[in-house]
Each structure stands twice: as structure tokens, then as C-alpha cells.
């Protein structure tokens, strides 16, 4: 594989800096992988940043970064160049990746809104059945989970797909999906008895 390595010939930065970034574009294209780790290198702070600032959450930019770079490597093919430089086709798919972690972030609460409307309603009801209050404890720990763990849970249980499928969608590793999936229902488990216990108290 080819190693990334600016331009030393005499000219302006800006032309460097230009002809560096085309450098890197070819290889990413050409799927070298020193290339790809060189783009993130230049560009990963900046993606970050804008997913912070639009999310205003560090772990959820964290992920968005990780997506962004993801989506790049395996749409690298449909980069044209003549279409603008490659650090904008990379703020466009970070642009896309905010607007689906906020849209999904806007799933979530109207999830537990949903829920939790649906329990005020039938609060005095005296028939209302046991699964109600189940699933209001399971939407509530299941926004206390660490982010990867919810995702994981909420793509197995609402999405219906199994661990490998989740694992291809997000682009985790099959070992990771799993230890995710172990220990966010080890959670779920003792949140869930930790609510049944609080509301029998009540």
C-alpha cells in the first residue's frame, strides 16, 4: 500500500494543501487503506465538532462520527471529484448522519411520550392490564442505557433484526453487538425489577 506524504515541491500552501487533499482522494477511491486513515486524521476533529455542536452530545457525536467515516469507506465509489473537493462530499455525509441520529433521538421521546400518555390514561383503571406498566418500565430503562446498548436493544426489539444484521447496519464487529446486547439486558433486567419493586412500595 502506498504511503500518504505531503507535497514538499515549492509552491503556495494553499496549493499543498489542495494538492494533498487530491492525493487523498485518489487513494480513498482506490480503497488504500493509508489513505482512508490519513482523511480521518484531516478531517475527523471537524466532523466531530459539527455533530457536537448539532447534537450537544459528545458520546452521540462520537458515534455519528464513526458513522460518517463508515459510510465513506464503503461509498467511497460514489466520490466524484469533479463534483467538489473531498472534505465536502465528507460535511454533506455528516450533514445526512446528524439529521438521522436527531430524527431517530426524536423516535426515542416520542416512544416514552407514547408510553407514558398511555399509562397516565389507564393510571386508575383498576383493570388495566400488567403489560402496561412493562412497558413503561421498559421504555424507561431503555432510555437509561449507554447509547450502544440502546441502539443494539432497539434495532433487536422494535426492528426485529438479528445481532448480525444490527452488526451490518452499524458496522460493529459481531463480538461487539453480542457483549452489547449481554450487558444492556443485564441492565434492562435489574432496572425492570428495580421499577416493579419501587411501584408495588407506591
Not at 507535497?7 to 496549493?15: E, K, L, Y
Not at 494533498?20 to 466531530?48: N, S, T
Amino acid at each position: 500500500m502506498s504511503t500518504i506524504t505531503p507535497f514538499t515541491g515549492v509552491r503556495s500552501p494553499a496549493a499543498k494543501e489542495t494538492l494533498y487533499e487530491d492525493e487523498l482522494a485518489r487513494g480513498l477511491c482506490a480503497a488504500d487503506e493509508a489513505a482512508f486513515a490519513a482523511v480521518y486524521r484531516r478531517w475527523g476533529a471537524l466532523v466531530h465538532t459539527m455533530a457536537t455542536r448539532s447534537l450537544g452530545d459528545t458520546h452521540e457525536a462520537e458515534d455519528v462520527t464513526q458513522q460518517v467515516f463508515i459510510g465513506a469507506w464503503r461509498g467511497r465509489d460514489g466520490y466524484r471529484p469533479e463534483r467538489g473537493p473531498l472534505g465536502a462530499w465528507l460535511v454533506g455525509i455528516t450533514r445526512r448522519k446528524i439529521i438521522d441520529a436527531l430524527a431517530a433521538r426524536t423516535r426515542r421521546l416520542t416512544l416514552i411520550a407514547s408510553a407514558a400518555h398511555d399509562a397516565d390514561a389507564r393510571r386508575y383503571d383498576e383493570g388495566a392490564p400488567d403489560d402496561i406498566l412493562d412497558r413503561v418500565l421498559l421504555v424507561d430503562a431503555l432510555s437509561r442505557l449507554p447509547r450502544h446498548q440502546r441502539a443494539v436493544l432497539c434495532m433487536a426489539f422494535y426492528e426485529d433484526l438479528s445481532q448480525a444484521q444490527i452488526a451490518e447496519r452499524t458496522g460493529m464487529p459481531l463480538g461487539t453487538v453480542k457483549s452489547h446486547a449481554r450487558r444492556g439486558l443485564h441492565r434492562l433486567r435489574q432496572a425492570m425489577e428495580q421499577g416493579l419493586v419501587d411501584e408495588t412500595a407506591a
